[in-house]
C-alpha cells in the first residue's frame, strides 16, 4: 500500500528526516557556547587632525608594519577577521571605521543615524579616542570634546530602546560596572557608558623630554577623565618606527594597546581584559591605566584633595590645565568654529567626476530657488484670495445695509401730521 502523500512542511517535522535532523544540528550547535558569538563589532577611531589615527590603525592592524600612511579625509572603512573562540573554522568580523577631516564632516558622522554608534552596534561597540601630546593644548579640548559626543549619541540611541521598554541601556551600564568595577570604591560615581572605551595619547617620544610637572599635569588631567568616564588610557610612541633608545618600550605600548584591542573588539565587555604590561600611573614613564583599576583618590584634585563632585573635580584640573598649556581656548574655538569645508586631496581629484558633481550641485541649487519661489508664489496666491474674500464680504456687508435702509418706517412730516398709510384699495 502506498504511503499517503504529505502535506506541505510535514516532511520537515518527520522524526529522521534530512530536514529534521537538519533542524536538529543547528540547534545543538546554538546551544554551544559562543557559538552564536557576539555579532559583528563595530570599532571606530576618532580625534583630532595629525593626530596619527591613520597610523594607530595601521599599527594595530599589522604591528610589524611601519609605515606612515596617507593622511585620511572624510571616514574611512575596513574590518579585521580573528578565528571564533569556540570554533576556529567560522571569523569573527570588525568593521572599523576612521573618522577624519574637518569638525564639521566629524559632527555629520556623528549625528548619522547609520554610521555610529547606532541600536545595532552598542553592544559591540569601542571607541578610540586619539590625543596628540606633541600638542599638549588640543590634548584635553579634543578628549573632551568626542568623549561628550559620545556621550550625545549614547542618550539618542538609548533613548531608543528605552521608549520600547527595553532594558539593554541598563544592561550594558551594568555589564562595564560589574565587569570593569565591581571592586572600586567609585563605581557608583563613574560614568558607565555601557561601550568600550579608549583614550590613546599617542606621540609620547615628542613629549617624555617636557619637565616633569608639565607631563604630572598632563597625566593626572588624562587619568582623571578617563576614570570619570570608564575608559582605558594608554601611551603611545613611537609608531613611525622606534624612538631613539626606546625601542623595547615603544613595541612594549604598541603590544598592550593591540592586545586591550583584540579584547575589546573580540571579547568584549563580557571579560575583563587581561593585559601582560602592568599598570603605570608614575608620570615619569609612559601612563597605562586600565578601566576600573584608578581612583579619584589616588588621582587627586588640584585643591580639594579628592573631596566634591566629579564635575567640580574636571573643573579644577581644567583650570589648572589652561595655565600649564596656554592655547585651551583658541583650540577650541577653532574645533567649534563652523564652515570648514570638506577638502580633496589633489591625488583623488578626477575632472570628469568633479565636472558631473558640479552640474549635480547646480541643478539642486537651482530647484531649491524653483522650490522657493512656488512657495512665495503660494503665499501671494493665498493672500490675494484672502483680500478677494474680505472684499467680497464688505461688498455684502454694504448691501445688506442699504437693503435695510430702504425698509426702515417712514419719518414724521416736519408740521406733525402722521405718514399717510398706503392704500390697500388695490388688495381688495
Not at 2 to 13: S, Y
Not at 187 to 203: C, F, M, P, Q, R
Not at 393 to 400: E, F, L, N, R
Request: glycine residues 8%; hydrophobic residues 40%.
Amino acid at each position: 500500500m502506498a504511503a499517503p502523500a504529505m502535506l506541505p512542511g510535514q516532511a520537515i517535522k518527520t522524526p529522521g528526516s534530512i530536514w529534521a535532523k537538519a533542524i536538529e544540528h543547528a540547534n545543538e550547535e546554538r546551544k554551544k557556547p559562543g557559538a552564536d558569538g557576539r555579532g559583528d563589532a563595530f570599532c571606530y577611531f576618532v580625534g583630532s587632525r595629525a593626530a596619527g589615527k591613520s597610523t594607530l590603525l595601521n599599527r594595530f592592524l599589522y604591528p610589524t608594519r611601519a609605515e606612515v600612511p596617507k593622511p585620511s579625509e572624510g571616514i574611512e572603512y575596513t574590518y579585521a577577521r580573528k578565528p571564533a573562540a569556540f570554533d576556529h573554522e567560522k571569523k569573527d568580523l570588525a568593521h572599523i571605521w576612521e573618522v577624519g577631516g574637518s569638525q564639521e564632516f566629524a559632527e555629520e558622522i556623528v549625528n548619522s543615524d547609520q554610521l555610529f554608534l547606532t541600536a545595532k552596534q552598542v553592544t559591540t561597540a569601542v571607541v578610540v579616542i586619539v590625543v596628540d601630546l606633541s600638542d599638549p593644548a588640543s590634548v584635553l579640548p579634543t578628549l573632551m570634546y568626542w568623549v561628550e559626543q559620545v556621550k550625545k549619541k549614547l542618550g539618542s540611541t538609548y533613548e531608543k530602546f528605552e521608549k520600547k521598554g527595553l532594558q539593554l541601556p541598563e544592561q550594558l551600564r551594568q555589564r562595564a560596572k560589574s565587569k570593569l568595577y565591581s571592586a572600586n570604591e567609585d563605581k557608583d560615581t563613574v560614568y558607565h557608558s555601557g561601550i568600550s572605551l579608549v583614550i590613546a595619547a599617542t606621540k609620547y617620544d615628542a613629549f617624555k623630554n617636557q619637565d616633569p610637572e608639565v607631563k604630572k599635569v598632563m597625566s593626572r588631567v588624562l587619568r582623571y577623565v578617563a576614570h570619570a568616564h570608564g575608559a582605558f588610557l594608554c601611551y603611545l610612541s613611537g609608531l613611525h618606527g622606534a624612538s631613539e633608545g626606546s625601542g623595547a618600550e615603544d613595541a612594549a605600548l604598541l603590544d598592550n594597546f593591540t592586545r586591550l584591542m583584540n579584547h575589546l573588539i573580540f571579547t568584549g565587555l563580557e571579560k575583563k581584559p587581561v593585559l601582560k604590561m602592568q599598570p603605570q600611573v608614575d608620570h615619569t614613564a609612559p601612563i597605562m591605566v586600565p578601566a576600573g583599576f584608578d581612583t579619584f583618590k589616588s588621582v587627586g584634585r588640584p585643591r580639594s584633595q579628592g573631596e566634591g563632585t566629579v564635575a567640580g573635580g574636571l573643573a579644577e584640573w581644567r583650570e589648572l590645565y589652561e595655565k600649564m598649556f596656554p592655547g585651551v581656548r583658541e583650540k577650541e574655538a577653532k574645533m567649534s568654529a563652523k564652515g570648514a569645508k570638506f577638502v580633496i586631496p589633489d591625488q583623488y581629484k578626477e575632472e570628469e567626476v568633479d565636472a558631473v558633481r558640479q552640474r549635480k550641485l547646480t541643478d539642486l541649487d537651482n530647484f531649491r530657488k524653483e522650490q522657493a519661489a512656488a512657495v512665495e508664489a503660494a503665499k501671494k496666491k493665498a493672500l490675494m484670495a484672502k483680500a478677494q474674500q474680505a472684499e467680497a464680504a464688505a461688498k455684502k456687508k454694504a448691501g445688506a445695509a442699504a437693503a435695510g435702509g430702504a425698509k426702515a418706517p417712514a419719518k414724521a412730516s416736519p408740521n406733525g401730521t402722521p405718514p399717510r398709510r398706503p392704500s390697500n384699495a388695490g388688495a381688495q
